[in-house]
């Protein structure tokens, strides 16, 4: 069982930066496929970017590329979001997701076993 807080999420005026946090419970935390999600008020939910168990691998979704940067650090079971040139179209919660079964990043929903509760990020225009 892997329990994941987020944190770091707010209001942020565009051309702005945030970095969220993902702190996770667990002893396995190595072994996780980490990756970010992030959902607009009544659209879906929509990858954002995930890295691999040592953090060697990294996919971003397009809407994101060369913006935003996904790191992990092992020894504190932490993953980050460092979010650059923020646009308005950024808004929306982000969610933390942990994968326990897969060897290499992923993009479907399905595939992550876990999630945390979600930190909102608004960046105004």
């Known amino acids: 069982q892997v329990h994941l807080v987020e944190s770091g999420g707010g209001l942020v005026q565009a051309g702005g930066s945030l970095r969220l946090s993902c702190a996770a419970s667990?002893?396995?935390?190595?072994?996780?496929?980490m990756g970010w999600f992030r959902q607009a008020p009544g659209k879906e939910r929509e990858f954002v970017a995930a890295i691999s168990w040592s953090g060697g691998s990294t996919y971003y979704a397009d809407s994101v590329k060369g913006r935003f940067t996904i790191s992990r650090d092992n020894a504190k079971n932490t993953v980050y979001l460092q979010m650059n040139s923020l646009k308005p179209e950024d808004t929306a919660v982000y969610y933390c997701a942990a994968d326990s079964r897969s060897i290499t990043v992923q993009t479907m929903i399905p595939r992550y076993d876990y999630w945390g509760q979600g930190t909102q990020v608004t960046v105004s225009s």
């Open positions: 667990g002893r396995t935390f190595s072994r996780y496929v």
